[in-house]
């Protein structure tokens, strides 16, 4: 967390969380679907951020902007765009990682895919986006997958250098 964020949530004071008597609220589950109009936004910001920083447009995202529950191919396959899109700007290929595509549970046309961007690291490969028994995600699900993605995104498209970087710094 950055300094100024910090510095802004004390000022602010702690948010307003909800009160559930006799329960932590650690123990209190949001099972909500993620909708696709928050995966749009969501994938939308994505695409803006690696603009802003790589002066490259990688379009417009293809989920709709509808306040129902998004699936779990649609994200897939928003995130097989990006990294289409992205392609260009990979510097660096990570070692494919071994799996097995069987336990896959997701529709057929997104499956080749979610197969590469699994081998790739893009997607945790025992996660809910590849092998979740329902069609969609929760918000925290989509979030822990986006971020994922976004981790990768960010460590495939840039360089260490020896001059920021303290694993690549002698002593």
Avoid: C
């Amino acid at each position: 967390m950055s300094v100024l964020l910090f510095a802004v949530i004390v000022a602010q004071g702690a948010p307003k969380r909800p009160v559930h008597p006799g329960r932590p609220l650690g123990e209190i589950a949001d099972t909500r679907p993620v909708t696709a109009r928050e995966v749009r936004e969501s994938f939308d910001r994505v695409s803006g951020l690696y603009k802003k920083v790589n002066d490259k447009s990688w379009g417009t995202t293809a989920v709709p902007a509808a306040d129902r529950a998004a699936t779990r191919t649609e994200i897939v396959a928003e995130m097989a765009r990006i990294y289409k899109a992205a392609a260009s700007s990979i510097r660096f290929t990570p070692a494919a990682s071994k799996f097995d595509p069987a336990k896959f549970r997701i529709d057929a046309s997104v499956k080749p895919s979610l197969s590469k961007l699994v081998s790739l690291g893009y997607v945790a490969p025992i996660g809910p986006l590849a092998v979740g028994p329902q069609p969609g995600l929760t918000t925290k699900e989509f979030g822990d997958a986006l971020g994922f993605f976004v981790a990768r995104l960010s460590q495939t498209t840039h360089l260490p250098s020896s001059k920021w970087t303290p694993m690549l710094q002698g002593d």
